[in-house]
Antibody, heavy 121, light 108 residues
């Protein structure tokens, strides 16, 4: 059974750095073709892709947020960490981690439940 | 950058009716397109990948078609649990992932 779960703060202040951890089970990020990504969704809006890390360590970022994002993996712990610097109220959203296990990184077939992050002073 | 547009924004139907949702890409994406279903308070769920392949556990009433720039998700006979928002998604070669704005299927 494949599961993913996001953890991190629910409230951050403007200018702070957000650090989110995705803990997953049922697959390995060292297996060829596997990827884990982060997607966020502001209330009432469509999902927005943020970053992805592949089994081989390759990392890709949304061009509009690239300067603020870092993604890293700890294969031994089955975790992926996302940091987003200089948080602003417009970054308020539900943040999801999602796994691409059977689709070579093209689509996200497994999703965490999401965590709502509010940016407010 | 490939931009995805979806139509209609809202589709008002009754249980048992057929739903036809459209996704259009600003440039050809071949068959590299997926559809997701999202219910309130839940994460998106992968329904269709590669334009026409059902994901694991997805009922046969869901079908996808299309290639290039025009894609369709069809729900042959709406069940009460199918009323939700549906998003299309594409990954470019760069790679970069994009989602469409969504179509809400609500109950008439």
């Amino acid at each position: 059974q494949i599961t993913l779960k996001e953890s991190g703060p629910t409230l951050v202040k403007p200018t702070q750095t957000l650090t989110l951890t995705c803990s997953f089970s049922g697959f390995s990020l060292s297996t060829s073709g596997v990827a884990v990504g982060w997607i966020r969704q502001p209330p009432g809006k469509a999902p927005e892709w943020l970053a992805v890390i592949y089994w081989d360590g390759d990392k890709r970022y949304s061009p509009s947020l690239k300067s603020r994002l870092t993604i890293a993996k700890d294969t031994s712990k089955n975790q992926v960490v996302l940091t987003l610097t200089n948080m602003d109220p417009v970054d308020t959203a539900t943040y999801y981690c999602a796994g691409s296990v059977d689709n070579w990184g093209y689509y996200f077939d497994y999703w965490g439940q999401g965590t709502l992050v509010t940016v407010s002073s | 950058e490939t931009v995805l547009t979806q139509s209609p924004a809202t589709l008002s139907l009754s249980p048992g009716e057929r739903a036809i949702l459209s996704c259009r890409a600003s440039q050809s994406v071949s068959k590299y397109l997926a559809w997701y279903q999202q219910k309130p308070g839940q994460a998106p769920r992968l329904l269709i990948y590669g334009a026409s392949n059902r994901a694991t556990g997805i009922p046969a009433r869901f079908s996808g078609s299309g290639s290039g720039t025009d894609f369709t998700l069809t729900i042959s006979s709406l069940e009460p649990e199918d009323f939700a928002v549906y998003y299309c998604q594409h990954r470019s070669d760069w790679p970069r992932y994009s989602f469409g704005p969504g179509t809400e299927v609500d109950m008439k």
